[in-house]
Each structure stands twice: as structure tokens, then as C-alpha cells.
């Protein structure tokens, strides 16, 4: 930084090496896009109200107080800003870097001043990092001699002072004179202004200039100090346990995900108009999974995140949402590293599953999957509910009932400008973590410490992981224990094998003749069923086991279905004959037509599973008289490009903006070929001449073409641009007007 300080923010940023550009671009993304011509355009960018409000809602408290006090001191020397906020000043000094790097301050000539524009957005309280305090005075008086007015007036004059400063600084007088003697003033506000304690600013009404302001508060800006941030109630648990606890929930996590793609696999939800999952698919989801509602949402959302979820054609043609072709891969991995993907997925994503369930503004339910259903500050405020609870004290979590207020409270201090929704955003953060398996018990993992700084957390996960079993205890009640996680291949070909009576950290298996019809449907022989079981079971397979599987398959395929509408063909007359006169066969419309056939006008698709009800076991007779398997399709959706996993994210970002940093310096080298006085004649080129302008104070000559057509030459005092108009002072009018940008042909200094 040059000691003389530079003549804009332009020639500021032209002095700043690469490295501090890209940090620039980096912090504020949108002034990279597209990429600026030359510093000055950047600086133009910078200046605008859209961009300064995203950059001011990243600010802390402590930040935007440390701004605060430059738009009040107008401008200033570090020195001078660190005994005007309330706060240590290595703080102080701190936050001005940062306001630095982000081009939200800047060294002028004159000393440290903000950025045009940012008093304009500063509103809110002390609570928000905002004092209330207006500029100070172009030539402001000392503290001393502020300090002697106020011991001049009268006690109802410093209670109306007092309140004027904390209702904003502003007020109207009445019929108050603005210009009297102090010797002369009869009332408390004429006591003010004739010691220019208040100062009219036309239309009746009058400011507190920052200085008076500033004595009134001690010299400081505000009266409480601001670097203090707010306490978060915490208790003692051991690290080990939250661990454990984290690491069960990371487990069932990824055991749920799975089990819904699996089954979505086969039976896929449609898609609504909306785009979004319907409400009674969400239910039946929460059943499979056996949790609620909430959980329900937050595991599809994540999936959907994590590019393993996505809509494409379902098996009647419509779509539908089905599992990506990434599901394949992704169920090959450890349960640690694809604990990984879904967590990290979950903390990048702006998806807002908290809302599912709850009524939008127009009262319509939101459903999971909508594409709306996703929020700018979310991915932000997760990170920074992490960062809180990773913060705490070891052997500290977050205290029951009090914590989470807590954190609320911590987080509104780092970001005083967030929505206020911020509670409900916090509070989702919170559970959908917990459920998850990043945090238990209120803590942060030692593994999810690795997640949050981006490392790779998936080695430091696996030893807290059940390890997967490759067997299961066949028992003689036809049931088949689990006494572990099985090994991903097992446990899928188990399932078709067998329903899942009940879950926990033993599952538990049951064999049906349904469950081993099923296995048979797929193409499985008597024998391979043997062989599997006796395979897979610890324990000798039990004869009432082997009886099952025997008996089912001496049934199945007794009887044949194929299409009249459709026939029963069977060696077995008997078995026909049992179907026949069957109570509930009555609506099939059966008739026999040779000893061996039945005939019926039911559709296949109808008739099958009606037989099944039935007791029979029934196959599909293929038109050469082979039987034909009726395998069901592992249904694939393609991964959404802006989905699809990459490690090279962060790299990918840092290279475009390197590559915007090398644009600015060469539209730099082209600027400083053309004379100084030249106009700038292209749109962009103009807002950026105006906007320098605006910061340095000057004077320019625009060339303007009036509601006629007539073009003239104007010097101005550009003092604000914004929506398209340009405020500014005339000097031929010797008035402040507005000129429409699109109208102004060029823009040069004056001289």
C-alpha cells in the first residue's frame, strides 16, 4: 500500500499483486462473472448495491462495526478506528483486513475510507453491527469543544439529544427556528441547533452529525463492546461416547440409503408436475426405513445431493425418480466411504429438507425433491453450525434444551445480516447432523472434524464401524440371524431370499414361501437355494428350513399361465381342479377346456398374482412351452452433470480465478496505452469512469442526449449510481439531478 494512498479504488486494485485479486474473486465470486475488462470495471462491480449486499452478508459483527465506524468517521487512520470501536484492537485491526481484501475499504489520499455505497446499506441496531451514528462532519469539531456545548444546554436539551441518537440520528423540529443564537434559543431543540449540536438538513427535518454522536457515547460507537461473542450452554460428556453414538447413526445412514435405492430400483415413486416426491410416497418411505417423516426427507435429499438419485423413465414409461448409475458404484465402497460421500454431499448442498411438510407462503405444502425447495445461506449455515460445535471445549457438547438457543445466538453474532429464518435454519442444521452421524450428542465426531476441513475422514471413521459379517445363524422357526452388518453382496441376496423381520445391530431374517417363491421367480433352482444356505448359516440348516424350500419348489411351476387372455396348464389334473372350484377363483372367469387347460379371459398381469393369493404357484409358460423367469429390472437414471462427484472443485475455482486475474491485467495494459483525458465511450466503460468518480469526489464532463435528441456536455459531481440513474450535482443547474445512464453518450475529467 502506497503511503500516499491511491487515487481510487481502481488504481488500488491495479497495485495489488495476483494474490490478493484471486483472494478478492474468491471471497465475492460475483464480481468475476463475467470476467471485468479492467480494474477499473472490477472496481466499477464492486461498487454496485447487489454485490455489496452479498459481501455485507458475510460480514461478522465485529466486521461490519469496524465499517460502521468508517462511513462515521468518513475517513480516518487505523489508529483513529481502533479507539472508535468498542473492541480489542488486534480485533479491530483484523476485521479492517478483511474489509481490506473484500474492496469494502480502501487508503484514499485523505486516509481509510469505505466504500461508496455501504452507508446506504448499513441499517438494522448495536445487534447488527450498526451504530446508528451519521458521517461526521466535513470539518467536525473536536471532542472538546463537543464536550463544552453539551455542558451549555439544558437537561431537557440532552434528553431530547439522547433521544434523537437512539431513534437513528434524524428528527423534525416543529416550529422551531433553525438559525438562532444560543443566547436566544427558547426551547431545547433551539438550544441544539444554535450550538450545532444538531444541523438542519432541509424540509424541516435535522441530523446528530458522528461527532456529537461519538462524545455522547464515550468517544466509541457503540456502548457495549462488540468482539465479545455470545456464550454457547454446554455439558461434560466423554468424546469416546459421541463417537460411538455419531458412528451408529452414520452406519444406519448409509443402511437406509442403500435399502431405499434398492427398492426404488424396482418400485419407482413417480415424479409429481411439480418435479418433487408426492406426499404418500415420503410416507411409504418413512415406513421402509422405520423412521419418520423428517428423517425420511433428509435421506432422500441427501441421496438426491449425492447424484444417487435422480428422474428418469420409469418401467410404464413415465418418469420417475430411480437410482443413478453411480449407485453401482458407490455400493462397492467401505460403509465409511460412502458415509463420506452422503455427509459431505449434505454439508455442500442448498437443499432444505427441514421444510418438508410445512406450509409455503401461498399455504401448499413443500414436498421433498421440489426444485425450488433450496436456500442461498444454507450451505453457509451448516458450516457454521459445525465450526460452533467443533469449537467447543473438549469433552463439551451441546447442553439439552439450552445448546441449541445457544448457537443461534453464536451464529446471528458471526453473521448479523442473515435471514430470519436463521433459527429454523440453525435448528435443521443441528438435527440433520445428529441424524446423519456427524455429530452425537450434541458433539462433533473426531472423524467429522476431518469432513469439515475437507479431509479424508472415511480412514478415521472405519475402526468405529461394526465390521461386516459374512454369515448369518440359521434358527429351526425359519428364521435366520444376522449377527453383524453383512457384507453388501450377501445382504442383497439374502432379501430376496428371505423378509426382513426386524432391524437393529442383529437383523433378523424370515423364509416364507412367499420370500422363497420370490428367489424361484428370479431364476433360482431348488439345489442353489441348498447350496446358498448351506453357505452363508454357522449353524446346520434346520430340516423345517430345508422342507420349505423343497416343498415350494415341488409346487412352483405345477401350474402354467399363458394367453387366451390367458391359460392354466397343468400335468396335474387334480391341481387344476383344485383352482377351479376354488371359492375365490369365481372372478377369474376359469373354464376347462381339455382335462389338463383352463382358459380365462383375466389379463396375465392380473391373473398371476390373483393365483399366488390363491395358494398356487404359478410360472409363465413361454410361446416354445419353456418356463420364462420373471427377473424384475434394476431401473437406472443417468447422473445429473451438476451433481456428478469431483475432487477437484476448490482446484477447478482457484484456476478461474487465476484466469480472471490475467484478463483484468491485460485490459490494464491495454487502458494505460490511451491518453488520460479520453472518454470513455462503451457502457461499461462509462458506469466505471462514473463510479471512480463517485469514490475520489470529482468532477467529470458526461455527454448527455436530453428527451429531444439534443446532445450536450454537463459538468457534474457524481454523487450515487444505481438502477439505471445517475444522481449527481449540475453544475449549469447549480442542483442535484438524476440522469438516466443509457442517455449518457461519454464520460471524461474535467480539464
Do not use: C
Amino acid at each position: 500500500m502506497a503511503e500516499e494512498g491511491y487515487r481510487s479504488l481502481a488504481d488500488q486494485l491495479r497495485a495489488w499483486s495476483d494474490q490478493q485479486l484471486s483472494r478478492l474473486l474468491l471471497a465475492r465470486p460475483d464480481l468475476a462473472t463475467p470476467a471485468p475488462q479492467d480494474s477499473g470495471q472490477l472496481a466499477s462491480r464492486a461498487a454496485t448495491r447487489a454485490s455489496l449486499m452479498r459481501a455485507l452478508d458475510q460480514l461478522s459483527r465485529v466486521e461490519l462495526s469496524v465499517l460502521d465506524a468508517l462511513v462515521v468517521a468518513g475517513q480516518t487512520t487505523p489508529q483513529e478506528l481502533r479507539s472508535l470501536v468498542h473492541a480489542d484492537p488486534a480485533a479491530t485491526d483484523a476485521a479492517l483486513a478483511h474489509l481490506r481484501d473484500l474492496a469494502l475499504a480502501w487508503e484514499s489520499p485523505t486516509g481509510l475510507r469505505a466504500l461508496s455505497g455501504v452507508a446506504d446499506l448499513l441499517v438494522g441496531g448495536p445487534d447488527a453491527g450498526v451504530s446508528g451514528l451519521r458521517t461526521r462532519s466535513a470539518e467536525p469539531a473536536s471532542a472538546e469543544e463537543v464536550a463544552q456545548r453539551l455542558a451549555e444546554i439544558s437537561a431537557a436539551a440532552r434528553t431530547l439529544l439522547e433521544h434523537v441518537l437512539e431513534q437513528g440520528g434524524e428528527a423534525t423540529t416543529g416550529s422551531s427556528r433553525h438559525t438562532v443564537l444560543p443566547e436566544d434559543a427558547r426551547t431545547p431543540p433551539e438550544e441544539l441547533l444554535a450550538r450545532r449540536l444538531l444541523v438542519p438538513r432541509g424540509g424541516g427535518s435535522v441530523v446528530l452529525p458522528g461527532e456529537v454522536g461519538l462524545v455522547l457515547r464515550g468517544g466509541r460507537t457503540t456502548t457495549e463492546p462488540v468482539d465479545v461473542a455470545p456464550e454457547v450452554p454446554t455439558s461434560s460428556r466423554e468424546a469416546s461416547l459421541v463417537d460411538k453414538v455419531a458412528a451408529g447413526a452414520a452406519f444406519e445412514a448409509v443402511r437406509r440409503v442403500e435399502l431405499l435405492l434398492d427398492h426404488w430400483g424396482t418400485r419407482p415413486p413417480g415424479v409429481l408436475r411439480s418435479g418433487g416426491l408426492g406426499v404418500r410416497d415420503l410416507k411409504a418411505t418413512a415406513v421402509l426405513l422405520q423412521v419418520d417423516e423428517a428423517v425420511a426427507a433428509l435421506l432422500v435429499e441427501t441421496a438426491y445431493a449425492a447424484g444417487l438419485l435422480a428422474t428418469g423413465t420409469g418401467p410404464d414409461g413415465e418418469p420417475a425418480w430411480l437410482p443413478t448409475d453411480e449407485l453401482d458404484r458407490w455400493v462397492t465402497r467401505s460403509a465409511a466411504e460412502r458415509w463420506q460421500v452422503l455427509a459431505r454431499a449434505w454439508i455442500d448442498s442448498p437443499r432444505l429438507p427441514g421444510l418438508v411438510g410445512r406450509k409455503d407462503p401461498a399455504g401448499k405444502t413443500w414436498n421433498a425433491l421440489v426444485p425450488e425447495l433450496t436456500g442461498v445461506h444454507q450451505v453457509e449455515t451448516r458450516r457454521l453450525v459445525l465450526d460452533v460445535v467443533g469449537g467447543l471445549p473438549a469433552g463439551e457438547v451441546l447442553a439439552t434444551g439450552t445448546g441449541v438457543p445457544g448457537v443461534v445466538a453464536r451464529v446471528a453474532w458471526l453473521r448479523p445480516r442473515r435471514p430470519r429464518t436463521r433459527a429454523d435454519q440453525v435448528l435443521w442444521a443441528v438435527e440433520e447432523a445428529a441424524a446423519l452421524g456427524v455429530t452425537g450428542l450434541g458433539g462433533l465426531a473426531s472423524y467429522s472434524r476431518a469432513l469439515v476441513a475437507d479431509d479424508d475422514a472415511a480412514p478415521l471413521l472405519e475402526p468405529l464401524l461394526p465390521a461386516p459379517v459374512d454369515h448369518v445363524l440359521v434358527q429351526a422357526d425359519l428364521t435366520a440371524v444376522a449377527p453383524g452388518p453383512l457384507e453388501s453382496t450377501l445382504a442383497r441376496r439374502l432379501q430376496v431370499l428371505a423378509e426382513v423381520e426386524s432391524r437393529g445391530g442383529a437383523t433378523v431374517y424370515r423364509f416364507t414361501p412367499g420370500s422363497v417363491r420370490r428367489a424361484l421367480d428370479l431364476g433360482w433352482t431348488a439345489v442353489e437355494v441348498h447350496d446358498f444356505l448351506g453357505e452363508v448359516s454357522r449353524t446346520p440348516v434346520p430340516q423345517p428350513l430345508t422342507y420349505l424350500v423343497d416343498d415350494t419348489a415341488r409346487t412352483f411351476g405345477a401350474v402354467r399361465v399363458g394367453h387366451a387372455e390367458a391359460f392354466l396348464r397343468a400335468d396335474d389334473e387334480s391341481a387344476l381342479a383344485e383352482i377351479l372350484h376354488h371359492p375365490q377363483a369365481r372372478s377369474l372367469g376359469l373354464r376347462r377346456i381339455a382335462p389338463t387347460v383352463l382358459v380365462s379371459d383375466t389379463p396375465l398381469d392380473v391373473l398371476l398374482p390373483r393365483l399366488r393369493d390363491l395358494g398356487a404357484a404359478p410360472v409363465v409358460e413361454a410361446p416354445d412351452g419353456t418356463v420364462r423367469v420373471a427377473r424384475p429390472d434394476q431401473l437406472r437414471a443417468r447422473v445429473p452433470r451438476d451433481r456428478r462427484p469431483t475432487a477437484a472443485g476448490s482446484a477447478r475455482v482457484a484456476a478461474g480465478a487465476a484466469a480472471v486475474v490475467t484478463a483484468v491485467r491485460a485490459g490494464d495494459r491495454v487502458a494505460s496505452t490511451r491518453p488520460a483525458d479520453s472518454p470513455s465511450l462503451t457502457p461499461s466503460g462509462s458506469l466505471a469512469a462514473l463510479r471512480e468518480a463517485i469514490e475520489q469526489r470529482s468532477s467529470v464532463v458526461i455527454g448527455y442526449v436530453d428527451n429531444h435528441g439534443s446532445r450536450s456536455d454537463r459538468v457534474v459531481d457524481p454523487l450515487g449510481l444505481e438502477g439505471g440513474r445517475l444522481t449527481a450535482h449540475d453544475h449549469r443547474a447549480d442542483d442535484t439531478r438524476v440522469f438516466a445512464v443509457h442517455r449518457i453518450t461519454s464520460v471524461r475529467p474535467v480539464g
